[in-house]
């Protein structure tokens, strides 16, 4: 594969999008710090396991990936720490169905600006693909989903909501520790009262994989220009957002969205004192983890 001829900066940028799916995981972890500090190659290895980097990309990557933790470090950590804050504030109140969607719109709000600022870097990337990479990458989508389809569709309709509840509460444990069974049988009722269909986010997933993969084809087979590669990919990017909107599911992933925001509000009405003091304990150590890390421009 040819060597990109995207400036640092560019990459760097480009590489930010990859960092999403990282802090995710991140945020799983007991100590964050340990977790962040070895980041950079968590976030190599799942950019290797995508697009099966040459020996030549490896060190430009991995140059980049350090240049994008320096930049992370000094401009992002320390807002994440107010976002926190801001969470335990809500907490402390009593949260509103009123102030999860406004956290949510939020995110997506976020999320849609990160990806239409790296839209010239995509492009760039897309541009320098060639076949085997893209092959490697429809393969990749290919596990994911054979992965999905086995931990997300396997048994009946009860199996389902079981798993999905099983998923949901290891994310509740982990903010406002252990529940009685009383509230468990309460969770329980919450998240089976949210809709269920497997097939749709399947179907969704991979409508949005194949039409990554159409994308870039067409930049390779008809050597799009710049210009022309980021009016595709900003298409796209668009596309993904307000296709909750305007899709003819829009019914069911508003009915889906509501049932969650009050999934979390349900947890957050039944928790105990001491399960909310739990959870504010986790969120304080997780914003001086930050401020700690942001202090650190190593």
Excluded at 54 to 70: G, M, N, R
Aim: aromatic fraction near 8%.
């Amino acid at each position: 594969m040819q060597k990109s001829n995207m400036p640092l900066p560019a990459r760097r940028t480009l590489y930010s999008l990859f960092l999403i799916v990282l802090m995710a995981a991140l945020a799983a972890c007991s100590s964050l710090r340990l977790a962040y500090n070895n980041g950079d190659t968590l976030l190599y290895w799942w950019i290797d396991g995508y697009v099966d980097l040459t020996s030549e990309q490896k060190s430009v990557v991995k140059e980049d990936i350090d240049k994008l933790f320096h930049w992370h470090r000094k401009t992002q950590l320390n807002d994440y720490a107010q976002i926190l804050q801001t969470a335990q504030r809500q907490l402390a109140a009593g949260a509103t169905q009123a102030d999860l969607q406004t956290d949510f719109d939020d995110i997506k709000t976020r999320t849609e600006a990160l990806l239409l600022k790296a839209t010239p870097q995509l492009a760039e990337l897309a541009r320098s693909l060639q076949p085997d990479q893209i092959a490697t990458l429809e393969r990749k989508f290919a596990a994911n989903n054979a992965d999905f389809r086995k931990k997300n569709m396997r048994g009946d309709r009860e199996a389902q909501q079981r798993f999905r509840y099983k998923k949901s509460m290891e994310q509740f444990e982990l903010w406002f520790g252990n529940f009685s069974s009383e509230q468990e049988a309460a969770i329980r009722q919450a998240s089976d009262a949210r809709p269920l269909n497997n097939e749709i986010w399947l179907d969704e997933r991979t409508r949005r994989q194949n039409n990554i993969l159409a994308a870039v084809r067409k930049v390779q087979s008809e050597k799009l220009s710049q210009e022309a590669t980021e009016t595709l990919i900003r298409g796209l990017i668009k596309d993904g957002f307000q296709r909750l909107e305007t899709s003819e599911r829009k019914a069911f992933f508003d009915s889906y969205e509501a049932a969650n925001l009050q999934l979390v509000l349900t947890v957050i009405k039944l928790a105990t004192p001491a399960q909310k003091a739990h959870a504010q304990r986790r969120m304080q150590g997780w914003i001086d983890d930050f401020r700690t890390l942001a202090a650190d421009q190593r």
